[in-house]
DNA sequence: CCGGTATACTTCCATATGCAAGTAATTAGG
DNA sequence: CCTAATTACTTGCATATGGAAGTATACCGG
């Protein structure tokens, strides 16, 4: 592959697929939950009121606003997250982390931290990962609520 | 983030999530094709006698055995696949790019790579670019069928 | 204040996907 | 040879997801 932007985007593609095969395991065995529902309560531990509405949540995983109503059920059923209604408007349903759901997303993220710690254990300097990391970001900037 | 394996991580999910948002609704109107067909078309085009079977397509592709089985039989429909039994084990059941599928995969692939130049279009250096490909080609490597 | 438009959310429907089970064919061991 | 185990593929089922349509609420222009 001669063209630099073509093959950056295809291999960024298959190492995508990588690390969710490799994430999806250890997560759900680990903590019951899906890497996607640990990004969820990521994002609201890091909001301000530890609460986001759908939209806000649809925008910050990519994904569409029924998604997140679906996926918020049975984290409500968990009572990780709860509903709240904002007072000011009331078509806007908060999903607010629980103090449960704190301390749940506190270790799945310890775990998903080991985890990408031995995606580069092997064959990688400290400056090649902060250097990929910043590369990536780059390609992410712009968005509200990056994680990462 | 203070940690920067966790944050490449991370954000190499975002920026997957955005490529393919921006990839699929290019190539849907321009070719008709979901981005995983063309990759599929990809690998084998650059396979030797255009063949695999959908084993090898499978692990080529991250998905399912399932799934190429049933991303083969539109494709075959349309001609740009077709099938063809190994004489040696009627077990393989080969995918097999046609010419017609040849000629689709070149145009598909290169308004891909279009797409691809378009991303890194603002405020990258070809330097950089390179730097990208070559630390994600790391994540990938160990696989057969790299197509980047 | 009123009607039209925009926004937030939910639900219905169609599609995509993985896994388990089933079928067919090959290989390995005795 | 024969049987057991393995491999390749397909299909049934359950789940996940996006988009369209529906509902409720808020905003805006007059």
Same mark, same amino acid.
């Given at each position: 592959?001669?063209?630099?932007?073509?093959?950056? !985007?295809?291999?960024?593609?298959? /190492?995508?697929?990588?690390?969710?095969?490799?994430?999806?395991?250890?997560?759900?065995?680990?903590?019951? @939950?899906?890497?996607?529902?640990?990004?969820?309560?990521?994002?609201? $531990?890091? +909001?301000?009121?530890?609460?986001?509405?759908?939209?806000?949540?649809?925008?910050?995983?990519?994904?569409?606003?029924?998604?997140?109503?679906?996926? /918020?059920?049975?984290?409500?059923?968990?009572?990780?997250?709860?509903?709240? /209604?904002?007072?000011?408007? +009331?078509?806007? $349903?908060? !999903?607010?982390?629980?103090?449960?759901?704190?301390?749940?997303?506190?270790?799945?993220?310890?775990? @998903?931290?080991?985890?990408? +710690?031995?995606?580069?254990?092997?064959?990688?300097?400290?400056?090649?990962?902060?250097?990929? $990391?910043?590369? @990536?970001?780059? @390609?992410?900037?712009?968005?509200?609520?990056?994680?990462?």
């Amino acid at each position: 592959m001669t063209n630099p932007s073509f093959s950056a !985007v295809l291999r960024l593609l298959g /190492a995508n697929a990588r690390l969710e095969e490799r994430f999806s395991g250890g997560l759900g065995s680990l903590h019951g @939950l899906a890497l996607k529902e640990v990004l969820l309560l990521m994002h609201l $531990a890091q +909001a301000p009121r530890r609460r986001l509405s759908r939209i806000d949540l649809a925008k910050r995983l990519y994904v569409s606003p029924s998604t997140v109503t679906r996926m /918020a059920a049975p984290l409500e059923k968990l009572k990780m997250v709860s509903r709240e /209604a904002d007072p000011r408007d +009331a078509r806007l $349903a908060y !999903v607010v982390l629980t103090e449960a759901g704190l301390e749940l997303v506190a270790n799945a993220q310890a775990s @998903l931290e080991i985890m990408a +710690a031995d995606v580069f254990r092997d064959r990688w300097t400290q400056p090649e990962i902060a250097t990929l $990391a910043d590369l @990536l970001g780059r @390609l992410t900037a712009g968005q509200p609520g990056d994680l990462g």
